[in-house]
């Protein structure tokens, strides 16, 4: 099993809907991150998380919103999806030594 | 401009060449680099994690690093199509999971059979 699961894996939405990206971890890692990707700009953090208690807005935080309901889960919501939100979108843990894990990441269109 | 600049591509080579990814940076506290591989439709993975200046080397694999000039980069020897992905640089100032990494844009490789 994947040690960095997300879901859903592919979305389409409209415009001023509110949607959420789920992030489950079984690497046991407090260090948590989202980030997205586009091309020309290449990975981008939106936010980040060092433990249940600690969140933290990364680069191009306005527009999303997290919530790290245990250890193991750090989910990402657009509270009005717009159109320039439209991305691929990555869910990230960290181990105490610096290595970065990735889950398989969620495509994710705005119309 | 950006901490980390690293071209675009597309870098299109024949198997069994020799391969070069770089990438320049403008933070001087940047002092662990990493390379990721990331395939079509899938998350980045963690090719190479290296320390300061100097090489390091797996398999097919060779990670150089040049603080003096501020720029790292990724060798691959004997190339293979199952190479054919993106590849990202990223690095940071701490080596701890406080400090975020800076990511380059990654560069898209095709090795052709």
Request: with cysteine; net charge positive; proline share 4%.
């Amino acid at each position: 099993d994947a040690d960095v699961t997300q879901t859903p894996r592919n979305r389409i939405t409209k415009t001023g809907k509110r949607i959420m990206l789920e992030c489950s971890q079984t690497k046991g890692h407090d260090r948590m991150y989202w980030y997205r990707q586009d091309p020309g700009l290449g990975l981008r953090l939106i936010y980040y998380s060092f433990d249940v208690k600690d969140i933290n807005k990364g680069e191009i935080s306005d527009g999303y919103s997290v919530s790290r309901q245990a250890q193991a889960k750090f989910s990402l919501s657009l509270e009005s999806a717009i159109p320039n939100q439209t991305a691929l979108y990555f869910c990230a843990t960290r181990s105490l030594a610096g290595e970065q894990y990735f889950g398989p990441g969620t495509r994710l269109t705005v119309t | 401009q950006k901490e980390v600049e690293q071209d675009p591509g597309p870098l299109s080579v024949p198997e069994g060449a020799i391969v070069s990814l770089n990438c320049t940076y403008s933070n001087s506290a940047f002092q662990y680099f990493m390379w990721y591989r990331q395939y079509s439709r899938k998350g980045p993975e963690l090719l190479m994690y290296t320390y300061s200046s100097g090489n390091k080397e797996d398999g097919r694999f060779t990670a150089q690093v040049d603080k003096s000039s501020k720029y790292i980069s990724l060798f691959i020897r004997d190339s293979q199509p199952s190479d054919s992905a993106t590849y990202l640089c990223a690095m940071s100032a701490v080596k701890t999971s406080g400090s975020r990494l800076t990511f380059g844009e990654g560069t898209q490789l095709t090795v052709n059979p």
